[in-house]
């Protein structure tokens, strides 16, 4: 069964330093998606992208938030600058058309840990 | 999009029915009913939808209540690898936003 693939599965930085985390959707998808969900709370939608745009975004994602999906494979969500309260597990999604939730299928997660 | 309730916990025997219910009674005409699961530390997964009619998957089966106010999601015969966190969300099909908001859910524990 085709997957959404994430990496790296885990990722300490800095407080200040920029990260990227990678996920490679399912081949034919469309849509894509950035959630995260901080330790012990609940997972919170930050962006959803299309044909190379953001179609929609939570207040989350602010100024300090990137997507680009570079080389047609892969998605990227991109932190400028961490603050500790980024810490949180980063789950990337992927649909094959807008609004079938039956399909948006879910990564395993990048678990980003900021000191 | 409507909200929901559901109990935060819940314990289930191996083999037996897990029955997990949701509360959404504000949910209105073209609003659905979705469930999702999230086993320990891993990306939600979904479980089965409907609209009004109940519903049956390999996974699970969904009934809906016939005022919509209401719904449960059946695991027929629970597993261990069946613990995780539930979620009940209600949203509009097509047309609105696609983002998934995620409440609380219900945590099963399925028991051997």
């Known amino acids: 069964e085709p997957e959404v693939t994430q990496t790296p599965s885990h990722q300490v930085t800095q407080m200040g330093q920029e990260v990227i985390l990678r996920c490679v959707p399912i081949s034919n998808h469309l849509y894509f998606y950035w959630y995260r969900q901080i330790l012990g709370q609940k997972v919170e939608f930050l962006v959803s992208f299309y044909n190379n745009e953001i179609s929609e975004k939570s207040e989350i994602f602010d100024d300090q938030f990137s997507v680009e999906r570079p080389d047609g494979s892969n998605f990227t969500l991109k932190i400028r600058s961490t603050k500790l309260e980024d810490s949180a597990m980063y789950f990337c999604?992927?649909?094959?058309?807008?609004?079938?939730?039956?399909?948006?299928?879910f990564g395993p997660g990048t678990r980003l840990l900021v000191l | 999009d409507a909200k929901t309730t559901q109990p935060p916990s819940m314990d289930c025997a191996e083999g037996r029915a897990a029955n997990l219910p949701c509360n959404h009674s504000t949910i209105s005409g073209n609003e659905y009913v979705y469930w999702y699961r999230q086993i320990h530390s891993q990306g939600p997964q979904y479980i089965i939808h409907g609209l009004k009619n109940n519903e049956t998957n390999e996974m699970a089966a969904l009934i809906i209540t016939e005022d919509r106010k209401s719904s449960t999601l059946i695991l027929p015969h629970a597993t261990l690898r069946d613990t995780a966190v539930y979620y009940c969300i209600v949203r509009v099909g097509e047309g609105g936003s696609e983002k998934l908001v995620f409440g609380k859910g219900t945590k099963l524990t399925v028991n051997p």
């Open positions: 999604a992927s649909a094959p058309r807008r609004n079938a939730l039956e399909t948006q299928y």
